[in-house]
């Protein structure tokens, strides 16, 4: 039985993201957006390759730091068992 893989990616324009596009270009990807509230409703995996990489020489930015990683990490996490605890 060969089932079509949904993914929601996020991260899709960064240099990471862009590979696992590249990578796996035959399967049907959702980008996920902060700005349009994007939720996981069909796929079936979810892939977050986004994120803002750490300047150890800045610590002024650990607000805009914690706020790209940590809580979108947390958005998306939460999104996913969201989606599964509808079942």
Not at 12 to 28: A, D, E, P, R, W
Not at 54 to 60: A, D, F, G, V
């Amino acid at each position: 039985l060969y089932v079509m893989h949904k993914i929601l990616l996020s991260g899709s324009n960064g240099f990471v993201g862009k590979s696992i596009v590249n990578l796996l270009s035959k399967y049907n990807f959702t980008n996920y957006s902060r700005e349009n509230n994007t939720q996981i409703t069909d796929q079936n995996i979810v892939i977050h390759a986004a994120g803002l990489a750490h300047n150890s020489h800045n610590n002024n930015k650990w607000n805009h730091y914690r706020e790209s990683n940590i809580q979108l990490t947390k958005i998306i996490f939460d999104s996913f068992l969201n989606y599964f605890d509808s079942f």
